[in-house]
């Protein structure tokens, strides 16, 4: 096993993969809804690779995916299931393999769901980083990677060695490690993930252009919505080290939101220095989307899990209050005042959720 590898990834697996791919004409790559860059990153490298073997591959996401990524090589093949759905169900009907990447609750798909859930006879792969999976033919399942670009580089370096990564798969998987770290700040920043980084480096990637095109470009209307959200819309709750900001349809409206424009806000009170757990509500058509971040051993997974329909990992997670905003931030409150220490009195209260 390459050095650059982590010694987690099962090489049988690798062989199993291949052998399930040699044995597909067509084959359909899958992220889950309000892809980020790590979920375009992963599908667009996995669909890359394919592709070079001659396979059919189409990579689905159910909606549209931040503007900032389209610096990724290949994402203008990401096709948008709400755009091309019959289109899209006639091909995941017939699809002889279905390899899910960065995601693994099929209700992730949205929309999507159905269509995957049409085809019975279709393997299924799994290749995802979160907590909790389920049971699929074929299973990458390691929350111990602190991306699935990252988990997806080692199956490509054992299936083909270095000469697997080309650039444009080089220049996508360093975009879905780089954002699912925030930018290598947070989350498993292991000696193997550098290893990884370096070797993409090698391979022509070169991380301040890439950098520049994902944090650099945003438009000047989300960046006057995150100084007025920081300004006007975040609550502090120092004495419990926490921290939420609210987001409503009508504020979206004001400052003509976009796909991608809400990403990373919910990191930026994890910078005051009494706040280590972050919470962002946002108002949707259907239901109250929240976002949570931790630093330490608050675990927002279980806190997503139990509280909010919710869920993903320790310090990252998210969930749904179905009702509406005022409602979604008092069972926040509440549930914050009952599971998290006083700061300055660790015996008051629990550090976990309950």
Sequence with gaps: MTKFMKNTLDFTKVIQLQRLCAGAQTIAVLSHTNPDGDAIGSGVALTTFLTGFGHTVRFFVPNHYPKFLTCVPGAERVEIFS???????????????????????????????????????????????????????????DPTYSSTSHLVFDILMAWGGAEAITLDV??????????????????????????????????????????????????????????????????????????????????????????????????????????????????????????????????????????????GHKNAAGGRYYGPMSEAVSRFEALVRKVRPVAGNEKQGEGGAA
């Design 83 to 141: 755009e091309c759905a019959d289109e899209a169900r006639a091909y995941l009907a017939d699809a002889d393999l279905i390899i899910c990447s960065d995601f693994n609750q099929i209700s992730r798909l949205d929309k999507m769901t159905e269509a995957v859930e049409a085809n019975v006879v279709a393997p299924r792969v799994l290749i995802d980083h979160h907590m909790d999976p389920p049971e699929y033919e074929l299973s990458f399942s």
């Design 170 to 311: 080089a220049k996508a998987l360093y975009v879905g490690m780089m954002t699912d770290t925030g930018n290598f700040s947070y989350g498993n920043l292991t000696p193997a993930l550098y290893r990884a980084v370096a070797e993409l480096v090698e391979r022509g990637v070169r991380p301040p252009e890439i950098s520049q095109a994902v944090f650099n470009t945003q438009s000047e209307n989300r960046l006057r919505m995150v100084g007025y959200l920081l300004s006007e819309k975040m609550r502090v709750d120092a004495a419990h080290r926490t921290a939420y900001i609210t987001l409503t349809r009508a504020e979206k409206t004001r400052f003509n939101h976009q796909i991608g424009d809400t990403e990373g806000i919910v990191n930026m009170p994890l910078s005051i220095e009494t706040v280590d757990f972050s919470a962002m509500f946002i108002e949707t058509l259907e239901c109250i989307k929240i976002s949570f971040r931790s630093q330490g051993d608050f675990d927002v997974n279980l806190f997503a899990r139990e509280h909010f329909n919710g869920g």
